[in-house]
T-cell receptor
């Protein structure tokens, strides 16, 4: 089984709709991250959480919110989706010791 | 401010040849880590190699090696004996300080038969 899972894997929605992307991990890591990937821009950090009670904004948090329901679960919400939020979204985890991140398979989101 | 720069949007290499993907970084933290990830067309992010700022030797993992030049703040990825399956997007990344990770914009590598 995959260590970091994301649901859904693909989603098409309409402008103005609320949507939630979910991430679960079995790595036992405290640190979880949400990124979006756009062509030519690499991965940009949306939000990150170093433990259940610690939530931090990344470089592009406007229009997004997150919830850390448990050590293993970190969800990303778009309260009112807009077309420029069309992107590939990744969840990732790390162990807090400066080692590599482990990524989920990504969620491809299209906002019409 | 921390920054990762990948100046090569796209690269071509002939199968079985070596290729170097460039990465420069900027940080004021003396302790940091540098990473390379591969993203094939299927989209997943695959960790390739890691270099710590205090590591004396360049990191190697199979056909991948990291050419770490600390004074020049560069961390280039060298892929030896390229294979068709190496065709992918490659990202350089760094973590330091609070252990946020920042990524470069990537280099798309195409291996030619």
């Amino acid at each position: 089984d995959a260590d970091v899972t994301q649901t859904p894997r693909n989603r098409i929605t309409k402008t103005g709709k609320r949507i939630m992307l979910e991430c679960s991990q079995t790595k036992g890591h405290d640190r979880m991250y949400w990124y979006r990937q756009d062509p030519g821009l690499g991965l940009r950090l949306i939000y990150y959480s170093f433990d259940v009670k610690d939530i931090n904004k990344g470089e592009i948090s406007d229009g997004y919110s997150v919830s850390r329901q448990a050590q293993a679960k970190f969800s990303l919400s778009l309260e009112s989706a807009i077309p420029n939020q069309t992107a590939l979204y990744f969840c990732a985890t790390s162990d807090g010791a400066g080692n590599e991140q482990f990524f989920g398979p990504g969620t491809r989101l299209t906002v019409l | 401010a921390q920054k990762i720069t990948q100046t090569q949007p796209g690269m071509f290499v002939q199968e079985k040849e070596a290729v170097t993907l460039d990465c420069t970084y900027d940080t004021s933290d003396p302790s940091y880590g540098l990473f390379w990830y591969k993203q094939p067309s299927s989209g997943e992010m695959i960790f390739l190699i890691y270099q710590g700022s205090y590591d004396q030797q360049n990191a190697t993992e199979g056909r991948y090696s990291l050419n770490f030049q600390k004074a020049r703040k560069s961390a280039n990825l060298v892929i030896s004996a390229s294979q068709l399956g190496d065709s992918a997007m490659y990202f350089c990344a760094m973590t330091s300080g609070t252990y946020k990770y920042i990524f470069g914009t990537g280099t798309r590598l195409k291996v030619l038969a």
